[in-house]
């Protein structure tokens, strides 16, 4: 009797567990980048109220994403880590900066303006490494029996650079969108004014990665051009097109939560994209998902625990936005509808 390959379950865990920290501590990232832009204390407050119930918590997913990544798939850690190590430190003293200085901007005679730029640049440096982090997937990494062959300084190349600078205009909608739909009057009509620009310049960037990706791996042309992939595949940039447009289009009307949700499609599409790219390499160029696994008997004593943890987990935030639901309305708490 062969014994059950968990190896798919466990890619499709990990990739879950990145993707939710993308589309929900995107926008309170993207919140934080577009806090300066806003001169109105007032405003820089409901910003802040906005998020201030969710954010701590979206950021469970990046560790339930590592950790999975650690457990399940040891050979791509051994890959990864070296080469993603500064770009990772540098997220990492982004989050805490931004974590300290939302706290301690809201502290009786804190020094608002300090705090304010920390919140600010944290929410930057955080999003620009992980958009580098993104880009060093897509390149690949140097790597040579199962070991990682390149420098700690391979992630300042144009490409990961470009990715980090797209992951901030990403980033940077979902957080206007997140706005449309949490506040109201001036200030949602300013973040209707903000998305509709930067929609412009996120579509500019997902359709230059399109294009680059392909110019750099044989493999992933072959993969996208190729018949019949070609007619698989051709809904994705369709459906990418489509949310776009909807996206402005909901952004200039009256819509509040369209804005929002294309905005979530937009970047579950561009997922869906790089899974398809990168389908079954987990350490591109070479490393497979089966090649970077753990035992099956290690697979099968995680998957215990996460068959538990995982759906008390999805629960806890379902639970969560639905209770937070509503505007948001200064210190007077949330209004529901």
Known sequence: MHPLDLVPLWAAILGFGVLMYILLDGFDLGVGILFLLRKSEADRDLMIESVSPVWDFNETWLVLGGTA??????GAFAIVVPAVYFPVLIMLLGLVFR???FEFRGVPEANKALWNVAFC???????FAQGVVLGMFVEGFPQANGQYIGTSWNWIRPFPI???LGLIAGYTLQGATWLIMKTEHDLQQWARDVAQ????????FIAAVSLWTPLMSARIEARWF?????AFFSPVPIVTVALAA???WGARGKREVLPFVCSVGLFFVSFTGLVISLWPYIAPPSMTLWDAASSTVTHEFLMIGTAFVLPILIMYVVWSYWVFRGKARGHAGYGHE
């Open 69 to 74: 990544l650690l457990a399940a798939f040891p």
């Open 99 to 101: 974590g300290v200085a």
């Open 121 to 127: 640049i944290g929410s930057l440096i955080a999003t």
């Open 162 to 164: 470009f990715t980090g």
């Open 197 to 204: 620009r930067v929609m412009v310049l996120v579509f500019i």
């Open 226 to 230: 190729s018949w019949p992939n070609i």
């Open 246 to 248: 909807l996206l402005v």
